[in-house]
């Protein structure tokens, strides 16, 4: 069969969402749909309450291929393993604890058929146990900020799971990401996507349910692997405005981006000991103006530049505070 769209599934430990996540699929209203799903040596029942739901969906079998690794690779090496053998025109990455609506697929295939669109993006529903919070995702109606806006990552999501993408993109090795970080992963494939990208469109259907509650995920807490995470993506990033020449054209945005990360995560991470650890991280940062940072922002940077970590830890608190108030 010739697929429109193939949907990659990467699986670590998400037995309480497999389900739910693979119905969402399988239901479908597009038909020419190649599913890769990735086992990314899970410990728990994932993978096998997966294959119990293909049992029900007859149809779908010739359509679905399994793939496992035999150690836990990360996120970015299990779809980079299901790239290497996907078919589809368009390529689209689903969490499996995540869930999509039944004509997600149908509708952006066809929207970036209509307007010969290299990348479509959809709104997404963020749940939550008590709540759902709808998240509209921003595209730059100037093609010039398409690259400027995901490396900022103020206004657009670097997820790709509500980004339906033209294969075409992913054969350039520079969209590929074969790194082990569990962190940021997106956002370095989406970077490159941008920069090549043609012609990028949005539509302003929430198709994308993003599940908040989910524990085992990645950003539920934070340590020094999203530090190193962070240094991994930036020094990949640079690597890449350097091979393709616009390391001047971008080093202003480059240095007030790197900061802002940089404070992001001191403001996540629970151990004031890990603020210490990296808070020397990324020292070209120095000339940024603070007057172009959040109230907390400043406050954060100027509690490390005066190495009083202790006191960062009652700063985290109060943004926490004021955070689940807002």
């Given at each position: ?114 307007a010969n669109a290299d990348v479509v993006v959809s709104d997404m529903l963020i749940e939550f146990h008590n709540k759902t919070i709808y998240f509209a995702d921003y595209v730059p109606n100037n093609k010039s900020e398409y690259f400027t806006e995901m490396l900022t990552n ?10 339906l993408i033209n294969r075409s993109l992913y054969l350039n090795t520079q969209c590929r990401n074969r790194a082990k970080a569990k962190y940021m992963e997106d956002r370095n494939v989406c970077t490159k996507i941008y920069f090549f990208a043609t012609k990028i469109i949005k ?124």
């Amino acid at each position: 069969m010739n697929y429109k769209v193939t949907a990659i599934i990467p699986v670590y430990n998400t037995a309480n969402f497999i389900e739910k996540c693979a119905c969402s699929l399988f239901n479908q209203t597009l038909s020419e749909v190649e599913y890769i799903f990735v086992d990314d040596y899970s410990t728990d029942e994932s993978f096998s309450i997966l294959k119990n739901v293909t049992i029900n969906y007859p149809d779908r079998q010739n359509d679905i291929r399994l793939i496992h690794n035999t150690e836990n690779l990360g996120p970015a090496i299990s779809r980079d393993r299901a790239l290497d053998i996907a078919s589809g025109e368009f390529i689209i990455v689903i969490d499996s604890d995540d869930y999509i609506d039944k004509e997600m697929f149908e509708s952006m295939y066809h929207i970036a058929i209509e307007a010969n669109a290299d990348v479509v993006v959809s709104d997404m529903l963020i749940e939550f146990h008590n709540k759902t919070i709808y998240f509209a995702d921003y595209v730059p109606n100037n093609k010039s900020e398409y690259f400027t806006e995901m490396l900022t990552n103020i206004k657009s999501s670097p997820s790709l799971c509500n980004k339906l993408i033209n294969r075409s993109l992913y054969l350039n090795t520079q969209c590929r990401n074969r790194a082990k970080a569990k962190y940021m992963e997106d956002r370095n494939v989406c970077t490159k996507i941008y920069f090549f990208a043609t012609k990028i469109i949005k539509t302003n259907k929430p198709y994308y349910h993003y599940v908040k509650h989910n524990t085992n995920s990645t950003t539920s807490s934070y340590s020094s692997e999203h530090f190193e995470s962070l240094l991994e993506f930036w020094e990949n990033t640079d690597s890449f405005l350097s091979k393709n020449n616009v390391s001047a054209k971008y080093n202003e945005i480059v240095l007030h981006s790197k900061l802002k990360d940089k404070l992001k995560l001191m403001m996540y991470v629970d151990s004031y000991c890990q603020r210490k650890k990296y808070a020397s991280i990324f020292p070209d940062t120095v000339i940024i103006n603070s007057n172009e940072l959040k109230i907390g922002e400043k406050l954060m940077r100027f509690l490390i530049r005066k190495k009083m970590y202790i006191f960062t830890t009652y700063l985290q608190k109060l943004i926490k505070l004021k955070s689940r108030i807002l």
